[in-house]
């Protein structure tokens, strides 16, 4: 049960309806459409696999022998059945009769039947066993008269012979053109380990212009001179100005930096070069620093163009003071990088830009002039912004005549540009799940419920108690919410669980964009959160497990006040920060002796008892609104905010 008055954000992305166009390189013929042999080590194992097929039906004989012990072999002999005896190798091949009356066999029944003759004694099926050392098989032989020779040991075939010289040959000849491909680095596997991942993407091939990026007008008017810089750079040299070398894209995620970067390339008409900061990092040490010189080598050959480092604090972490959680190979990358943006002049039409979401992790080298000369802040758009956003996402989008673009932008305050993407897909989704004729407001609402207080599930059934105790719970959470002055006005109440926990939900979708809070707004927001609770003990004369985040939230904020805004009796105007201990991974120690420590305990819990004693108080004196507003979500399950402010309005008493 959670008051989701604050909303949530999502991560950084760029347009979904854009597709990335993949990687090109300058000079090449894109029109030439002729299929040109690839090499594959399948299609030589297949050409293998045919030469040795032909070789056993063409040039190896079939002979079907009727493989016997030597003993029965002997007896054979004994009896006549074999006339004829073969030494072949280690074996004995026995012959039924002799090769002189199988031809005059098989002549006169050709001669009987009026056929063509055709002799085959590989037809005759002869016996076969294996080699005894047996003295009394030679006189045995001669004492029954028997034929026996011995054969010639089989000449392989030409082809064979071949196979068996070439094919080391051609394995060797197979290995070095692999070796040879993974070193030139047409393969970026573990033997080109040296070479840049980036993706050139080709002049003007990005697919994305300044006019697809909405809400960012200011991120944007910065960038367009670089882009002017690029398309007439006399201009500004005549002058004797010169473009700054980098420019840094810092923000939140899911704000559109790289939908920037991308936009700029578009706009620029110029090679884009594009890689994340953990591309430069290898198992092997000094690969990072390889990987950065080639690619600026492979820049300064193509300017005029952009390099685009997306997530940059990957590699431009700031280095550590102290002997131990360090990282050389990091360190290594950043200096390098250090050097090559410190060895190129900005005239010759290199640009580096770079984005993160975590600026102050990143090394003062990096950030001084001479670098990343200009940093453009990319924040989370405002009113107009958030509604000129969806504006560009619905845009081929089948609205209802009712959709109110504004109205969502007020709903969704706090979200990013990736969010309101996320929305507008998923009220299209919502539409088409519904069989709508078209996408209307209602699936726009639903489609922010759902990206800020989760999935619906209508499956997980409350028995009766626990349903009775949520419905008071999140009617004091609005109750509350009604009566503080300056809260955020109630939008819908549901009891209908969604996500992972949350049994119940009450929105709150303030009325404007709002970047200070007083000292009075804070602790309302505290109230707020402490309604449900307050609620529960009121009606049951208990409390449950169901105010967790509530409280865990309205301490938070109450221990910020206390220790970051300067709002306590004993430390006002005063901050409590936390010092940093420069070491990656390891927090630092409080600037502060545990008496004041003990201090913010106290206080803490102090004014949350105090607020909630207030809160209570409050609830218990409108406890006849508390009861009708309870029974009617009950019954409903899901209160829109005018219904709710309407009982609100006739029970309340303040």
Same mark, same amino acid.
């Given at each position: 049960?959670?008051?989701?008055?604050?909303?949530? %954000?999502?991560?950084?992305?760029?347009?979904?309806?854009?597709?990335?166009?993949?990687?090109?390189?300058? &000079?090449?013929?894109?029109?030439?459409?002729?299929?040109?042999?690839?090499?594959?080590?399948?299609?030589?194992?297949?050409?293998?696999?045919?030469?040795?097929?032909?070789?056993?039906?063409?040039?190896?004989?079939?002979?079907?022998?009727?493989?016997?012990?030597?003993?029965?072999?002997?007896?054979?002999?004994?009896?006549?059945?074999?006339?004829?005896? =073969?030494?072949?190798?280690?074996?004995?091949?026995?012959?039924?009769?002799?090769?002189?009356?199988?031809?005059?066999?098989?002549?006169?029944?050709?001669?009987?039947?009026?056929?063509?003759?055709?002799?085959?004694?590989?037809? /005759?099926?002869?016996?076969?066993?294996?080699?005894?050392?047996?003295?009394?098989?030679?006189?045995?032989?001669? *004492?029954?008269?028997?034929?026996?020779?011995? @054969?010639?040991?089989?000449?392989?075939?030409?082809?064979?012979?071949?196979?068996?010289?070439?094919?080391?040959?051609?394995?060797?000849?197979?290995?070095?053109?692999?070796?040879?491909?993974?070193?030139? $680095?047409?393969?970026? &596997?573990?033997?080109?380990?040296?070479?840049?991942?980036?993706?050139?993407?080709?002049?003007?091939?990005?697919?994305?212009?300044?006019?697809?990026? =909405?809400?960012?007008?200011?991120?944007?008017?910065?960038?367009?001179?670089?882009?002017?810089?690029?398309?007439?750079?006399?201009?500004?040299? *005549?002058?004797?100005?010169?473009?700054?070398?980098?420019?840094?894209?810092?923000?939140?995620?899911?704000?559109?930096?790289?939908?920037? +970067?991308? =936009?700029?390339?578009? *706009?620029?008409?110029?090679?884009?070069? #594009? %890689?994340?900061?953990?591309?430069?990092?290898?198992?092997?040490?000094?690969? $990072?620093?390889?990987?950065?010189?080639?690619?600026?080598?492979?820049?300064?050959?193509?300017?005029?163009?952009?390099?685009? /480092?997306?997530?940059?604090?990957?590699?431009?972490?700031?280095?550590?003071?102290?002997?131990?959680?360090?990282?050389?190979?990091?360190?290594?990358?950043?200096?390098?990088?250090?050097?090559?943006?410190?060895?190129?002049?900005?005239?010759?039409?290199?640009?580096?830009?770079?984005?993160?979401?975590?600026?102050?992790?990143?090394?003062?080298?990096?950030?001084?002039?001479?670098?990343?000369?200009?940093?453009?802040?990319?924040?989370?758009?405002?009113?107009?912004?958030?509604?000129?956003?969806?504006?560009?996402?619905?845009?081929? %989008?089948?609205?209802?005549?009712?959709?109110?673009?504004?109205?969502?932008?007020?709903?969704?305050?706090?979200?990013?540009?990736?969010?309101?993407?996320?929305? +507008?897909?998923?009220?299209?989704?919502?539409?088409? #799940?519904?069989?709508?004729?078209?996408?209307?407001?209602?699936?726009?609402?639903?489609? /922010?419920?759902?990206?800020?207080? $989760?999935?619906?599930?209508?499956?997980?059934?409350?028995?009766?108690?626990?349903?009775?105790?949520?419905?008071?719970?999140?009617?004091?959470?609005?109750?509350?919410?009604?009566?503080?002055?300056?809260?955020?006005?109630?939008?819908?109440?549901? /009891?209908?669980?969604?996500?992972?926990?949350?049994? $119940?939900?009450?929105?709150?979708?303030?009325? *404007?964009? #709002?970047?200070?809070?007083?000292?009075?707004?804070?602790?309302?927001?505290?109230?707020?959160?402490?309604?449900?609770?307050? +609620?529960?003990?009121?009606?049951?004369?208990?409390?449950?497990? &169901?105010?967790?985040?509530?409280?865990?939230?309205?301490?938070?904020?109450?221990?910020?006040?206390?220790?970051?805004?300067?709002?306590?009796?004993?430390? #006002?105007?005063?901050?409590?920060?936390?010092?940093?201990?420069?070491?990656?991974?390891?927090? &630092?120690?409080?600037?502060?002796?545990?008496?004041?420590?003990?201090?913010?305990?106290?206080?803490?819990?102090?004014?949350?008892?105090?607020?909630?004693?207030?809160?209570?108080?409050?609830?218990?004196?409108?406890?006849?609104?508390?009861?009708?507003?309870?029974?009617?979500?009950?019954?409903?399950?899901?209160?829109?905010?005018?219904?709710?402010?309407?009982?609100?309005?006739?029970? @309340?008493?303040?």
């Amino acid at each position: 049960m959670e008051n989701n008055d604050n909303l949530l %954000m999502a991560d950084d992305s760029t347009k979904k309806h854009k597709q990335d166009p993949g990687i090109h390189t300058t &000079g090449k013929n894109n029109n030439d459409n002729r299929k040109k042999f690839t090499y594959s080590a399948w299609s030589f194992l297949i050409a293998l696999l045919l030469v040795f097929i032909i070789n056993y039906l063409l040039f190896t004989p079939h002979i079907q022998y009727a493989n016997v012990d030597y003993s029965t072999f002997k007896s054979l002999i004994n009896d006549g059945t074999i006339v004829q005896v =073969a030494f072949d190798g280690d074996q004995y091949i026995g012959y039924s009769v002799t090769k002189s009356n199988a031809v005059d066999m098989l002549s006169e029944i050709a001669r009987s039947r009026q056929i063509p003759l055709s002799l085959d004694t590989t037809a /005759i099926v002869p016996y076969q066993t294996y080699m005894i050392d047996d003295p009394s098989f030679v006189p045995l032989l001669d *004492e029954k008269g028997v034929e026996y020779y011995a @054969t010639e040991p089989p000449k392989p075939s030409v082809l064979a012979s071949l196979i068996s010289m070439l094919f080391p040959i051609i394995i060797f000849i197979v290995f070095y053109a692999w070796m040879s491909k993974k070193i030139t $680095g047409q393969a970026q &596997g573990v033997m080109s380990f040296n070479q840049n991942k980036s993706q050139l993407v080709a002049e003007g091939e990005t697919g994305i212009r300044f006019s697809d990026v =909405a809400g960012e007008d200011e991120a944007k008017a910065e960038l367009e001179e670089v882009v002017d810089f690029l398309k007439r750079p006399e201009k500004y040299t *005549e002058m004797g100005a010169h473009i700054p070398k980098g420019v840094l894209l810092v923000g939140p995620p899911g704000t559109g930096k790289t939908l920037l +970067a991308k =936009a700029v390339a578009g *706009e620029a008409g110029v090679p884009f070069f #594009r %890689m994340s900061g953990a591309d430069f990092v290898e198992m092997f040490v000094g690969v $990072g620093a390889a990987r950065v010189r080639d690619l600026f080598k492979q820049a300064k050959e193509k300017s005029p163009c952009i390099i685009f /480092i997306d997530e940059i604090d990957a590699i431009g972490r700031q280095r550590s003071s102290a002997n131990i959680g360090g990282n050389d190979e990091r360190e290594q990358t950043l200096n390098q990088l250090l050097v090559e943006m410190d060895g190129f002049d900005s005239r010759t039409g290199v640009i580096i830009l770079a984005a993160t979401n975590r600026p102050e992790i990143l090394d003062p080298a990096l950030l001084r002039p001479g670098r990343f000369d200009r940093q453009v802040l990319v924040d989370k758009p405002d009113l107009a912004g958030r509604e000129a956003i969806l504006r560009i996402h619905t845009k081929g %989008m089948k609205l209802d005549e009712s959709v109110d673009l504004r109205k969502i932008a007020q709903a969704s305050a706090g979200l990013a540009g990736a969010d309101l993407a996320n929305i +507008a897909n998923e009220a299209a989704l919502i539409a088409v #799940r519904e069989h709508h004729s078209s996408i209307s407001q209602t699936d726009f609402e639903n489609a /922010i419920e759902k990206s800020i207080a $989760g999935l619906e599930r209508k499956s997980r059934v409350l028995d009766e108690k626990e349903r009775t105790r949520v419905a008071y719970h999140e009617t004091g959470h609005a109750l509350t919410a009604f009566l503080t002055p300056g809260s955020s006005p109630v939008s819908k109440i549901s /009891i209908v669980p969604r996500g992972y926990g949350a049994l $119940g939900y009450t929105l709150q979708y303030p009325t *404007e964009d #709002r970047f200070l809070l007083s000292e009075n707004e804070l602790l309302g927001s505290v109230d707020v959160l402490l309604g449900g609770r307050a +609620a529960e003990e009121v009606t049951f004369s208990d409390i449950s497990t &169901g105010a967790s985040n509530d409280i865990s939230r309205a301490s938070d904020t109450v221990r910020q006040m206390i220790t970051e805004y300067g709002m306590s009796e004993r430390y #006002r105007n005063m901050t409590l920060p936390k010092t940093k201990s420069g070491i990656e991974g390891v927090s &630092g120690g409080k600037e502060y002796s545990e008496k004041t420590q003990e201090y913010i305990d106290n206080e803490t819990s102090r004014l949350i008892n105090e607020r909630y004693n207030a809160v209570k108080a409050n609830l218990e004196k409108n406890k006849e609104a508390l009861e009708h507003i309870a029974q009617e979500l009950l019954k409903k399950e899901v209160l829109e905010g005018d219904e709710f402010e309407a009982l609100a309005k006739q029970y @309340t008493v303040k």
